[in-house]
T-cell receptor
Framework: SQQGEEDPQALSIQEGENATMNCSYK?????LQWYRQNSGRGLVHLIL?????REKHSGRLRVTLDTSKKSSSLLITASRAADTASYFC????????????FGTGTKLQVIP | DTGVSQNPRHKITKRGQNVTFRCDPI?????LYWYRQTLGQGPEFLTY????????KSRLLSDRFSAERPKGSFSTLEIQRTEQGDSAMYLC????????????FGPGTRLTVT
């Protein structure tokens, strides 16, 4: 079963614009990760934020986490055509072996 | 480090046949995961190995599914008596363990059951 739910399901923007996608989950987490999937490279890990963190940056990526609302957002700044992909949040509720549960994904299209 | 590899990349089979997929994790990664992904959905957890021990199996996995990881290296996922509903992408991922959360995914095996 899917734990997280991404919103929107699909997003289309012009190159250079920012893209924001959201993830909501149901039960408390140890950490939350974001992954990208495109047809060429499969699933690739982007960033991890722990439950005691509120914001994290990595290059053009900014992730926020609000545990009280059980939600996270991923912001991609200055988007590029190469950012076209599906983005998934993955939540870790496990006791120790890092079993993650993936959301349904946001399909991002960046138009050159 | 050549990444996680999966074979075959594509498999077409007739309903009722058995299929077996192989995953070679990154060497020295002691944790290995299998997921199933259908169109428009995120990956769904199937099973997990720590070294050669299978520690959890999803309720999604019927008794037609079995996975092994002999010697804690490569893993195989077998589906017996395939059904059309088994058509999906089967993904394998590995992690070093010891508190490392990032999962390294293989390219997947796409199964089509006709």
């Amino acid at each position: 079963s899917q734990q997280g739910e991404e919103d929107p399901q699909a997003l289309s923007i012009q190159e250079g614009e920012n893209a924001t996608m959201n993830c909501s989950y149901k039960t408390s987490i140890n950490n939350l990760q974001w992954y990208r999937q495109n047809s060429g490279r499969g699933l690739v890990h982007l960033i991890l934020i722990r439950s005691n963190e509120r914001e994290k940056h990595s290059g053009r990526l900014r992730v926020t986490l609000d545990t009280s609302k059980k939600s996270s957002s991923l912001l991609i700044t200055a988007s590029r055509a190469a950012d076209t992909a599906s983005y998934f949040c993955a939540t870790d509720h496990s006791g120790g072996y890092q079993k993650v549960t993936f959301g349904t994904g946001t399909k991002l299209q960046v138009i050159p | 480090d050549t990444g996680v590899s999966q074979n075959p990349r594509h498999k077409i089979t007739k309903r009722g046949q058995n299929v077996t997929f192989r995953c070679d994790p990154i060497s020295e990664h002691n944790r290995l995961y299998w997921y199933r992904q259908t169109l428009g959905q995120g990956p769904e957890f199937l099973t997990y190995f720590q070294n050669e021990a299978q520690l959890e199996k999803s309720r999604l996995l019927s008794d037609r599914f079995s996975a092994e990881r002999p010697k804690g290296s490569f893993s195989t996922l077998e589906i017996q008596r395939t059904e059309q509903g088994d058509s999906a992408m089967y993904l394998c991922a590995s992690t070093p363990g010891q508190g490392t959360y990032e999962q390294y995914f293989g390219p997947g095996t796409r199964l089509t059951v006709t």
